[in-house]
């Protein structure tokens, strides 16, 4: 077994190759407490992957799979002095000890290459993703974006690390399915994760062993706990289309067209996520990092509502409000809407 306290190690991913090894990629700080890169075959001795690059840029969020032609091996690099830029770089070659030069894909803080697919992150709120079924912008409002990786046994299970802006002890992990739009906050050992890996059964988080949230080292979890969330909101990017929704050309208009609602409104449904939502506000001015769940049960609101324009605007609104500015809602105006769509309801009903 890895000995992962001899040294602060970070941002695993789990994967296996072609015959079934367990193989696992990781992040090393080494004495110039700068990430490089690191793999071990079914738990053997690491050893470092040769980049080739100085011995002050930062090598961090590895990924990697394998083919017929070999192993494709992708991360993140940079901050040197020399050349301080952040970019996806890819190497490709038959074995892990035999990879090629790496390869500049394009700028990026976070993100990943996995055969058809690339996805790159920006610092704050979004990150895209360019695949051959479709482009699309996924949004995450009020957040830094800290790694976007994906499940090796399961690709379309992107897994989302980041933490809430000017919020102390925010961090979280976010497991976005791409077919069924679900999402679930993870916790691990009843705790946040943060920059973690999952393969079958086993799963990697890591926690926090010095002063600053990234001295780390890499531990593996006993239970993973999983919580439905609302936290990304996916959008076309330019020239594509999503079901339900006319992509607007108009850039600067400040509003989508909209085909008829997605789902069935439900007031009933409105009402009860924002009386948790409610709940909610008031513990967290007590303290509870409860910002998720708010924002969360907002979104279920908003999509309750689609059937009362003014409400569901409202909604839309307070919501990105609270995620951008940390404003709470007006609760006393959309009291008023609500009962305003009711009122609506039932004379529709006569």
């Not at 990430?35 to 002050?56: A, H, M, Q």
């Not at 990150?127 to 479709?134: P, Q, S, V």
Request: negative net charge; hydrophobic residues 35%; glycine residues 6%.
């Amino acid at each position: 077994m890895i000995d992962f306290t001899s040294h602060c190690t970070h941002m695993p991913f789990l994967t296996r190759d072609l015959a079934g090894n367990r193989i696992l990629f990781f992040c090393v700080a080494e004495e110039n407490n700068l990430w490089k890169l690191f793999v071990s075959v079914n738990d053997e001795i690491p050893f470092r992957i040769t980049t080739g690059f100085s011995p002050e840029t930062i090598e961090c969020s590895p990924t990697a799979w394998q083919d017929g032609s070999g192993w494709h091996v992708t991360f993140v690099a940079g901050g040197a002095v020399r050349d301080p830029v952040y970019r996806l770089y890819r190497m490709d070659g038959p074995t892990l000890d035999a990879l090629s030069q790496p390869v500049a894909i394009r700028p990026t803080r976070a993100g990943f290459l996995v055969r058809d697919r690339l996805v790159t992150a920006e610092l704050y709120d979004r990150f895209h993703i360019h695949d051959r079924e479709l482009d699309r912008t996924v949004e995450m409002f009020g957040v830094y974006l800290y790694r976007v990786s994906y499940r090796a046994d399961d690709p379309d299970k992107l897994l989302v690390s980041g933490a809430w802006i000017n919020e102390t002890n925010s961090l979280f992990t976010v497991e976005y399915d791409l077919r069924s739009g679900e999402q679930c906050l993870l916790e691990c050992d009843g705790k946040p994760a943060y920059k973690c890996t999952i393969h079958g059964s086993e799963t990697l988080d890591t926690i926090q062993t010095g002063s600053h949230s990234e001295v780390r080292q890499i531990r593996k979890v006993s239970q993973l706990q999983r919580t439905p969330c609302r936290m990304m909101h996916a959008r076309p990017d330019d020239g594509m289309v999503v079901p339900g929704i006319r992509a607007c050309r108009c850039k600067n208009a400040g509003f989508e067209t909209r085909e008829p609602a997605s789902r069935p409104s439900c007031l009933e449904c409105v009402e009860k996520h924002l009386g948790a939502a409610m709940v909610l506000a008031s513990e967290i001015h007590a303290g509870y990092a409860y910002h998720l769940r708010f924002v969360g049960h907002l979104h279920e609101a908003e999509e309750e509502s689609q059937e009362w324009p003014v409400l569901f605007e409202l909604i839309r609104q307070s919501r990105k409000r609270y995620q951008t500015k940390n404003q709470m809602p007006d609760w006393d105006r959309i009291a008023q809407e609500v009962a305003a769509a009711k009122e609506g309801s039932a004379h529709a009903d006569r």
